[in-house]
Every structure is written in C-alpha cells, then in structure tokens.
C-alpha cells in the first residue's frame, strides 16, 4: 500500500521543481527529473522485468514503471493520477504516453517467398489515440516523427489505430474516459515491434536496443515539445531543452573511468621516433636508399591492464541515450588505440590507424593533387624568414599562453623541451612539447601558436571547464575537426602560405602512397622527384606518415580544412567548435546538450577571432570561397 505522505512527499519535491527519483513499494520505478507537463508509462505485465522494453522509455526525462500485480498497479494508477492532475494546475495541459510491445505473433522473422530464407523483421509502431479527446497535432507530430524511424536499414512502418481503447492486450486503460475528462490530461498509446529480439527465441540484441532507445528519444521529444506548445502555457524554444539536465552517479563514475584511461597515455607521442635526427643522417649518408630503422620509446602502460578497466566500466547503466552513444563511441575508440599501442612498429599498426584515423577519400586525394599542381613550387620555396631558437619560441608561446591566463586565471598549460623529440612540436593534453633541436621561423610563429595554443591547449582548458572530462581529451574521432580548426587559425592570421599549403595536400598524398603499398623509400621519391620537394621537408613527411608501422593520421589536416569550410559555408558558427575536441557529427549532439543546460559556452575564445581580418575571411568562406581559393592571395 503506497501511505498518501509517499505521494505527497513527491509533489512537494515537483513542486519545488527537483528531481525525483523513486522506487515504487511494489516494484517499478518513477523518474521525474523535474516539473514537466508530460510523462512515459511501461507496465510490467508479469512479474518478470523485461530491461530492453523499459529501456526504450529510460531515457526520457519523466517516466513511470508500473509494477506487475493488479494491487501495485492500482497503485501506481493513483500515483499516475495525482501526478497528472498537480502538473495540469501548473502547466494547464499533462500528456501520458504509454509505451508497450506487440504480442509475440506479429514480429515473427518473415520469409522470403523464393529463397525461404528468414528476414529480418521491419520495425513498426502502432500509435493509439482515443477519438473523443484527441490533440490532433500533437498525434501527427508523433506519426511523422516515427515514421523518420530506420533500424536494422529498415524504414519503419506505421499504423494509427484510434477509437479502440488506449492499452495493451488483456489491460484495463491506465485512465477510464471519465478520469481523463475530469482531469483533462491527454492519453496516447504507442506499440513497438520488439525488432531488438530474436523472433524464435527471444534473445536480445544489445545494439538494437541502443538504437531503438535513441530513436524514440528524439521522437518523445519533439512529440512532447509540440504537445508542450500547443497545450500547456510554456513555450519550449527547442524539443532538446526538453530533455534531462540532472544524471546518476553511473554517468559520471563512466566518464572518469574513460578520462583515467585515455589520459594514461599518448599514442601520437608513443608513435614518434626518438631518433629521427640520427636516422636522418644515416639516411642521407646512403643515398636516400635505405629505409631508415626508427625506434620508440618504451610502453609505460600495460595494455591488457587497460583493455580490462575498459570494458569493466558499466556504460549499460547510462540511461541517457546521448551520453550512452558518445561513451560507447569513446570506449571502442580506446580499444583500438589500446591495440595500436602494442603494434607499434610493426605490420599491424597500419590497419589500427585506418579504423581509428580513417582512410582517405577520392575527392580529397584530387583536391591535393590539384594544390601540388597549382602551387609552384618556386612560390613555396621564398627566402625562410628569420630563424628563432627553441628559447625565442618558447618565450613567445609563454607570452600568448598569459593573454589568455588575463582572461581566465584558471588557463595554465605547461610547455616542455624534450630532449626525445629533437624536433616538431605537439600538444599531449595540457602540455605543449617542443623538441630540443626544433626550428621556427618568425613569419611562422604567430601560425603555430594559433594552432597550438589558440587551437589544441584552448579545447582543452574548455573541456576541461564541463562537466564531462570527454570533452578535454576529445570524443570519438575528433582529431579532424580539431585539425581543420587550428589550420583555419593559421589562415585567419596570414599563416596560410603556397608553402604550408602544399604541405598539408604532401601529406594527404603521402599517406594514399602509404595506403597503396609504397615502402618509405617510395614515398620519399614521390615527394622529391613528383612533387619537388626539398630532400629534409621530404624525409619528415615521409617519417611522419610511415612512423609506428604506418600513421595516416596526417591526412586529417587538409580533410579537417576542407569540413570546417563546408560547415563555415552552410552558415555554421565558430563557437560550438570551441567548447572542447569534438567531431564534425558531434556539433548537433553538443548543441543539444547546450540546450538541455547541461553543457556551459566556451570559457576562453581564440585570440584569432579578434585578428584585424578575421571577419572578412571568414565571410569569404561562407560567400563560397574553397580551399584553391587560399592559392590565390
């Protein structure tokens, strides 16, 4: 028996617009994360859970589990009922959705009439509506919604049943037709194929789940938001803002789980020659010949170790479908990075980098080949400005480092001289690593620190500013974006020359020999005999894409250009770029997460965006201006 001070203690807490997160007495479950004018119901029909039928609604930011057993289902009914009617005294409108599963014998696998093989089964879904009190809109808004639906490569099918009864088989209606008068709330159901099981016996298939969870997420969403605006008297700007702003500990128990494995080590560090000066020489000496035998420093980590943390980090208890893709993506991610980590130097590091890093694709290997065309190479190759010395650079860097340490006190990277680089310059996490015999010319120095500091320490500092660790040491693959960014930085401030240009279109090229079987000495021809490149910039090129077994890493950074323009062209903006290192396909989830409160505006912007030319190139870019363009000034 649920004692009336139960219900009571949940209102009030409604009332002051917190979260709620209940138990019921007889089994089931309520999740309101806060005073919002709608709500999920599953009802359990037996006494047994079915986990991936009520996973399907606990994603959603209120919902009720009503237990099986006809006294905790009256029960949980007099909770439903009094919920319904605080909400209506607040929002002037309440909608339940109840959510249930098609009997057994209509998800039977279909079979193909000539074959006799086995089909997968379509997805479907069954909207039923009451006619004597129907929100017509609301209803089409959910029947357009679901039938946007593709699960298993299958588009779903979609039936609307009205004037029958708003239940499951073998049910009561959660409200009798004069419980809904009186209260006026509105009533929908929604039936699902339970595509996410085997048909012959059951077993569920996980990824479905997944997918399904989230379809019907976005779908809930929008049919709330429209409900919301056509019913009640709040005027919801955007269906995300709808979702969940408050999370379980299980969330943020994953998410420093995977920042303490990500951050355990550096694969681009761990894949870089610690003699690559020495190999330089001896390559030299023989001819250009002979490919050069690199070595690397020893593992500090042990991968078996981490591979098991990995995947004992229970991200199945991640309600939220949104989170729930992003670890899932960062977790496989992680695996393969694990992997490439203990093929270093060796054949197999070559297919880990293609599933981590990606291949290239036709189009931008034509695009590199047009650069090399059109570049002359006498363009490229004017006088090197003056030389400045590691100490010159770094004094430099710790100059712009403490522009933006003005803004924001809490900004404090760190740079370090390493002897075991020799040369380049990268940043691991919150460092910026220099080489001890490293290079740099004044007309570059403004370049590399936009790209570095304004670009890779920036993300990583407003990462670091939310509330997930993700976001500072990257979400899955966001080494693209975040490459294409901080060379846009570059050419925002005048760093975009033929020469750098022609590099980045080397490097892409460089890597499709790679990818056709070209030993390093093969590369190096190409890049010295083909494209005229000098026999050093040659070496590094070929080093750094033949590194570890081979990287094609260094093909993210003309293909990074090439999205950043696309989106800066389809008048997208450059702060959600900024708020940590993210994918191109992570904008919209990052904005949703904005939306929802959850994520906060970048802390710290790039002091590129105050440039005296900054909007003026930025609006070449989105008059149309392309990459061949750049060849032009």
């Known amino acids: 028996m649920m004692p009336e001070s139960y ?7 409604l009332a002051a617009d917190k979260r709620v997160r209940r138990e019921l007495p007889d089994g089931g479950r309520l999740y309101l994360d806060r005073r919002l004018p709608f709500i999920c119901v599953y009802r ?59 009997p057994p014998e209509e998800y039977k696998a279909p079979v193909h009439e000539e074959s006799g093989e086995s089909l997968v089964p379509s997805p479907m879904f069954r909207v039923h509506t009451d006619t004597r009190r129907r929100p017509t809109q609301v209803v089409q808004t959910l ?19 009205s004037g029958k009864g708003v239940c499951p088989p073998c049910c009561r209606p959660l409200l009798s037709a004069k419980e809904i008068r009186s209260i006026g709330c509105h009533v929908i159901g929604l039936e699902v194929r339970p595509v ?30 429209s409900f919301a605006r056509l019913e009640t008297n709040i005027q919801p700007r955007h269906y995300h803002t709808l979702g969940r702003r408050s999370f379980v500990k299980a969330v943020w128990e994953a998410d420093r789980r995977l920042a303490e494995i990500s951050s355990s080590f550096d694969l681009l560090l761990q894949a870089t020659p610690t003699n690559a000066e020495a190999q330089w020489l001896e390559f030299r000496k023989v001819g250009f010949e002979a490919a050069p035998k690199f070595q ?77 065309r059109r570049a002359s190479i006498r363009s490229s190759r004017k006088p090197a400005g003056r030389k400045l010395r590691v100490e010159d650079f770094s004094r430099l860097a710790y100059e712009e480092i403490h522009r933006y340490k003005a803004v924001d006190p ?28 490293a290079s740099f010319t004044l007309d570059r120095a403004e370049a590399i620190l936009q790209h570095e500091i304004g670009t890779h320490l920036l993300t990583y500092h407003n990462g670091n500013c939310q509330p997930f660790r993700q976001l500072s040491l990257g979400l899955a693959g966001y080494d693209v974006l975040q490459e294409g960014l901080a060379v846009l930085a570059e050419y925002i401030v005048d760093g975009m020359s033929h020469s750098r240009l022609r590099t980045l279109a080397a490097r892409m090229l460089a890597v499709k020999t790679l990818l056709d079987g070209a030993s390093f000495v093969d590369t190096y021809r190409v890049l010295t005999r083909q494209m005229g490149f000098g026999k050093r910039i040659a070496y590094t090129i070929t080093m750094r894409v033949h590194r570890a077994g081979g990287l094609t890493k260094d093909a993210v950074y003309l293909q990074g250009l090439v999205e950043i323009f696309d989106y800066l062209g389809n008048g997208g903006e450059i702060e959600p770029l900024l708020v940590g290192k993210i994918a191109t396909d992570h904008i919209p989830l990052v904005e949703e997460l904005r ?10 912007h790039p002091n590129y965006l105050n440039y ?7 609006d070449r870019i989105r008059r149309g201006m392309n990459i061949l363009d750049l060849l032009k000034g």
Do not use: C
């Open 44 to 102: 359990r029909t037996s006494g047994t859970k079915n986990e991936s039928a009520e996973q399907l609604i606990a994603t959603q930011s209120a919902f009720l589990i009503m237990p099986a057993g006809n006294p905790g289902l009256r029960e949980a009914g007099r909770l439903l009922r009094s919920l319904a009617t605080s909400q209506i005294e607040h929002f002037e409108g309440f909608l339940i959705i109840e959510i249930w599963l098609s």
């Open 296 to 372: 690397y420093r020893p593992l500090a980590v042990d991968a078996t170790e981490l591979k098991s943390k990995l995947f004992q980090i229970p991200l199945d208890r991640i309600e939220d479908a949104t989170l729930a893709h992003l670890f899932l993506q960062k977790q496989d991610e992680l695996d393969r990075k694990i992997t490439m980590l203990t093929d270093v130097g060796t054949k197999k590091f070559l297919p880990g980098s293609i599933q981590v890093y990606g291949s290239v694709k036709t189009k931008l290997v034509e695009l590199a080949s047009d650069i090399i």
């Open 196 to 225: 996410f099981q085997d048909p012959s016996d059951g077993e569920v298939f996980p990824g479905v789940v997944r997918a399904l969870r989230r379809a019907l997420g976005r779908v809930f969403n929008q049919t709330f938001h």
């Open 7 to 13: 219900i009571t203690d949940i209102l009030s807490r």
């Open 143 to 161: 029947v357009r919604t679901l039938s946007k639906i593709r699960v298993l490569r299958q588009t779903a099918r979609i039936e609307w049943v």
């Open 595 to 604: 939306l929802r409160q959850i994520l906060s505006p970048p802390t710290l």
């Open 612 to 618: 005296p030319h900054y909007t003026e190139k930025i």
């Open 410 to 437: 809490t900004f404090h990277p760190s740079i370090e001289i390493r002897d075991d680089m020799y040369s380049g310059i990268l940043v691991s996490q919150g460092t910026l690593l220099i080489g001890n015999k």
